[in-house]
């Protein structure tokens, strides 16, 4: 794969003398997080607001943490999945931020939604009832977001549903529709036939809804051009770091770096094996060194003597199985004057594998990487703007 244009700075590493008794170092660039929503943001049309998608503790970096960045950098748009989410995110946004619940509000919920401020994404015709019912019995206008199906088949109104919610005289007095949304399943796919379907799906839904901003591409909607963005883009990974445009250059900075602590190194003779199930057998007398970092911490079980280490620029792969608490790296051919030992750190992260990179050998997608990342890492933030260069022990919820 060739380099992008500009190669961005990498993310700094954390020196083996920072908490000595973590396992784990995660580093999370914020700069180069508000650095890729600024990327984004002028990739679209001037007329096209760019939204901050933080579901999911902000794709495992922090929701709060990473809000907050956005925020400072213009943002003022967020979408989060669930009404606890919302909840737990809505005071710490500035108040003129819009805060929207991705899943709308569960039978009972749309009291809570009101009370917090939140705007629900409905979807559905009988949430569109409950807000609407809620409206009346406050007697005021209540925003919120229609969501259509456009060929996800997961949530949002069916053409048959907009088509009978139009015949109906449209939305329903009291509910103030500030957004119309759909979801993209195939962007990052260039060329796959559902893409163009749905952008016209898109365009058809949007005639039921007369004034009412629209909103369509999510990551990888963003690189497809003027006519998938419609008002608003709601990006998520590529903010992260993770290419959002597959098979090409990333055009994304990368966001994390997570440094795994060498325990251990070991000499294993042959024949001789490592790790649970025997799965590496060594063919001559090698160098092992084990790191606290397992699958508890979110490293993926299926990355087992497939992921690859870096000692500086030197690769070191992973041998044997991912155990819950530890990883084995063959460090061999590391020179005798650069050979790690217990307290060293090594890459497991990092500018020379990045998140997509462990994904693809792990058989998953950055998503999961990225949103599984343990809670017993040691986390710093780089705040440069903030709080001058490799500062700031910044804590954010691990939940
Ligand atoms: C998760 C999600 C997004 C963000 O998607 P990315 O691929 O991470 O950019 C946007 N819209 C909806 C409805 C989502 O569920």
Known sequence: MSAPAAV???????????????????TIDLDALTGN???????LSPGTECAGVVKANGYGLGAVTVARALSRAGCRTFFVAQLDEGLRLRPTLPRDARLFVLSGPAPGTAAAFAAAGLIPVLNSPEQIAAWADLARARDRALPAAIHVDTGMARLGLTPGEVAALAADGGVPPGLRPVLVMSHFACADEPGHPLT???????RAARAAFPGVPGSLANSAGVFLGPEAYHDLARPGVALYGSNPTPGRPNPMADVIRLQGRVLQVRCVDAPGSVGYGASHRVACRSLI??????????????????AVGYVGETPVPMVGRVSMDLVTFDVSGLPADRMVRAGDLIDLIGPHNPVD????????????????????????HVDRARRGP????????GS
Do not use: C, M
């Open 8 to 26: 961005p700075a990498a993310v700094p590493g954390f020196a083996a003398a920072d908490h000595p008794a973590a396992g784990g170092l995660l």
């Open 37 to 43: 929503w600024r990327r984004l943001r002028d990739a």
């Open 196 to 202: 163009p379907r749905q952008i016209e799906a898109f």
């Open 289 to 306: 060194a084990t790191v606290g970092i397992g699958y508890a911490d979110g490293f993926p079980r299926s990355a087992s003597n497939s």
């Open 357 to 380: 990179d462990l994904a693809r050998r792990a058989g998953t997608i950055g998503y999961e990487i990225l949103t599984t990342l343990g809670p017993r890492y040691a986390r710093r």
């Open 390 to 397: 490799d500062r700031g022990d910044g804590k954010d919820s």
